[in-house]
């Protein structure tokens, strides 16, 4: 057997276990090829915003990734992409709207940049049926509250759809991440469905306050609780409660493919956090199936 037919059966095995019909992932990353490859060259050189080692353990061609995932059980996923400079994020949605036409199952993903003509653009996506944003502030290196994006916002709380949002200091700080700048953001548009993609490691407690604070706010686990980020960005102990009390709104996220361990690896590290199988069935489904309809 080799190591796709183990991760198919481990990935396999803890669904059914759980009495799920499979699992949705809400932070794959699905993006033209030619990008993908510079953002595989940048953790291959550990990468100033990263200085880890960090192995690709699903580097394969876009067909043999799609089918993987499939065979993984996971229903429905992401194609989380993003611009680090003004002049991308259109041709990234016009890319990213092709990709979603072709592959039923993949959320329609769309992104944005502080930029004029952000509104317009973000506005087709959404006419388009996008169903999901990715905004990451370290990346992009830009302020949510940067003015440009004040009407962007303002469509995305109106329309309920979600912003997959790397706001986070981890792994290494940006200019705008941790809590302060979309604290307030969300004082402005306090209806905002903002994901707080990778539990807003290293600032989870701060994070799991602004999601107490505002019923609009969620968390995707990205590589938390995993064995390599708890090695340099361990979740504190004393919270894990809070993860409880916050069950129904904490997402399933994964990273795939560009993570340096199995995706079991992402599943089995929730299960050991001891909160029980609903708590694993709403995070690993339920959740993102009734965020998302």
């Known amino acids: 057997m080799d190591s796709d037919d183990r991760d198919r059966d481990d990935v396999v095995r803890f669904w059914q276990g759980l009495g799920l019909p499979g699992i949705i992932d809400v932070h794959t990353h699905f993006m033209p090829e030619r990008v993908l490859s510079k953002v595989w060259a940048y953790f291959d050189s550990a990468g100033p915003l990263t200085g880890l080692e960090w192995p690709i353990t699903y580097r394969r061609d876009e067909d043999a990734r799609l089918e993987l995932l499939r065979s993984f059980g996971v229903l429905r996923f992401t194609s989380m992409l993003y611009p680090h400079k003004a002049g991308m994020a259109a041709w990234l949605n016009g890319w990213a709207a092709g990709f ?69 200091s981890g792994p290494a700080p940006g200019a705008y991440t941790g809590p302060e700048p979309i604290g307030r953001l969300l004082a402005r548009h306090p209806r905002l469905k903002l994901v707080v993609a990778h539990m807003g490691m290293p600032e989870y407690a701060e994070f ?69 199988d609903a708590w694993l069935r709403a995070v690993c489904h339920g959740n993102a199936s009734e965020l998302f309809g």
């Open 100 to 168: 979603a036409a072709r592959v039923p199952d993949c959320l329609h993903t769309a992104t944005f940049f502080p930029e004029a003509g952000a509104e317009t653009y973000v506005r087709e996506a959404v006419e388009a049926g996008a169903r999901v944003f990715k905004s990451h502030l370290q990346v992009g290196g830009y302020d949510p509250n940067d003015p440009l994006l004040e009407p962007v916002w303002g469509l995305l709380a109106e329309a309920g759809i979600p912003v997959v949002t790397h706001c986070g």
């Open 208 to 276: 799991l306050t602004l999601a107490e604070a505002y019923p609009g706010v969620r968390l995707d686990t990205t590589m938390a609780f995993t064995d390599f980020t708890e090695g340099f960005t361990p979740f504190p102990a004393g919270e894990t409660e809070r993860l409880a009390d916050l069950g129904n709104r904490i997402l399933l996220g994964t990273d795939f493919p560009n993570i340096p361990y199995p995706y079991v690896h992402q599943l089995h590290a929730l299960e050991r956090l001891g909160l029980g």
